[in-house]
């Protein structure tokens, strides 16, 4: 499902270069579009490789497991974000710029 999101997302972006625009406020929206489609497909790229990589730590039966600091992830948080690779205080610490992404840094 995330994969044919992501494919669709790809086919609108290509359609929406492939549209001729008239005027300025024709090319003021197709440009709103265009990076809208591209917000969209980079933000579904990152969940998809999230949900690549929670599904190989359960195969390696780390699943639930912080990345960054190896304390087990709340339950109520991978309840909300089963892809998470982070506990709550590290994510926190990520966000405010305290350590780094692992995840992102790769």
């Given at each position: 499902?995330?994969?044919?999101?992501?494919?669709?997302?790809?086919?609108?972006?290509?359609?929406?270069?492939?549209a001729d625009t008239q005027?300025?406020?024709?090319?003021?929206?197709?440009?709103?579009?265009?990076?809208?489609?591209?917000?969209?497909?980079?933000?579904?790229?990152?969940?998809?490789?999230?949900?690549?990589?929670?599904?190989?730590?359960?195969?390696?039966?780390?699943?639930?497991?912080?990345?960054?600091?190896?304390?087990?992830?709340?339950?109520?948080?991978?309840?909300?974000?089963?892809?998470?690779?982070?506990?709550?205080?590290?994510?926190?610490?990520?966000?405010?710029?305290?350590?780094?992404?692992?995840?992102?840094?790769?």
């Amino acid at each position: 499902m995330l994969e044919h999101s992501m494919l669709s997302t790809v086919k609108q972006g290509r359609q929406a270069v492939a549209a001729d625009t008239q005027d300025v406020a024709d090319q003021a929206v197709m440009s709103y579009q265009k990076e809208l489609i591209y917000t969209q497909g980079t933000q579904g790229h990152t969940q998809l490789s999230l949900v690549r990589l929670a599904l190989e730590r359960i195969r390696e039966g780390n699943y639930g497991e912080c990345l960054q600091c190896g304390n087990p992830i709340g339950v109520k948080r991978l309840e909300a974000l089963p892809w998470t690779p982070y506990c709550i205080d590290c994510q926190e610490k990520i966000e405010n710029g305290e350590i780094q992404d692992i995840i992102r840094a790769a």
